[in-house]
């Protein structure tokens, strides 16, 4: 069956690094998703990663290791606007089709 | 350009009646998915269209949900005798191309359904 399991919530310090961390197991991985939900709104998209190793993209970073079905997130010199929930989602065979399975998000609280 | 838009953004509806959400992509976008979120949960996938046809409809809860997207673009979620249990955010948002690659899906705010 499939699973992702990530932390329910976070707290960390403003101008600080966070990592967050994502476990899962599929039958058939094709890539490994990070978005960005802040209450109440769309998740939009901060990272994709298909092989292992580190993806930078200014603040954030993404990590995977297709061995360990493990993955992390990693930001930054964190700001007050960061303060939202952050879901792992994972491309997975589903009979004949892809489809996206997202963890429930891991709530992250920046505090001054 | 616009992004993706969903009509009405909160819908409140008694128990047993239909329903019907509303889902503009972006233009081009060929892909396009309906998911549903709990509080507190990450989306639930339940329908991907590639252009006017229902490439994987294995997520749809039973045969009280339905989706169409005849002309390759807008697309509706149809749902009958709504049941407490269907109270949930609908999301929906589109892609360049299918599930492959980097292809980033891009969402909408979402409808936020409430069945009394």
């Known amino acids: 069956g499939q699973n992702i399991d990530q932390p329910t919530e976070m707290t960390a310090t403003e101008g600080a690094i966070v990592q967050i961390n994502c476990t899962y197991q599929t039958s058939g991985f094709n890539g490994l998703f990070w978005y960005q939900q802040h209450a109440g709104e769309a998740p939009t998209f901060l990272s994709y990663n298909v092989l292992d190793g580190l993806e930078e993209k200014g603040r954030f970073s993404s990590f995977l290791s297709r061995s360990k079905g493990y993955s992390y997130l990693l930001l930054k010199e964190l700001q007050m606007k960061d303060s939202a929930s952050y879901l792992c989602?994972?491309?997975?065979?589903?009979?004949?089709?892809?489809?996206?399975?997202w963890g429930a998000g891991t709530k992250l609280i920046i505090k001054p | 350009g616009a992004g993706v838009s969903q009509t009405p953004s909160n819908k409140v509806t008694e128990k047993g009646k239909y329903v019907e959400l509303r889902c503009d992509p972006i233009?081009?976008?060929?892909?396009l998915y309906w998911y549903r979120q709990s509080l507190g949960q990450g989306p639930e996938f339940l329908i991907y269209?590639?252009?006017?046809?229902?490439?994987?409809d294995s997520g749809l809860p039973n045969d009280r949900f339905f989706a169409v997207r005849p002309e390759g673009s807008v697309s509706t979620l149809k749902i009958q005798r709504t049941e407490r249990g269907d109270s949930a955010v609908y999301l929906c948002a589109s892609s360049l191309w299918g599930t492959s690659g980097s292809n980033e899906q891009f969402f909408g705010p979402g409808t936020r359904l409430t069945v009394l």
């Open positions: 269209f590639q252009g006017t046809g229902a490439a994987d």
């Open positions: 989602a994972v491309r997975d065979r589903v009979d004949s089709n892809y489809q996206l399975i």
């Open positions: 233009s081009g976008h060929t892909a």
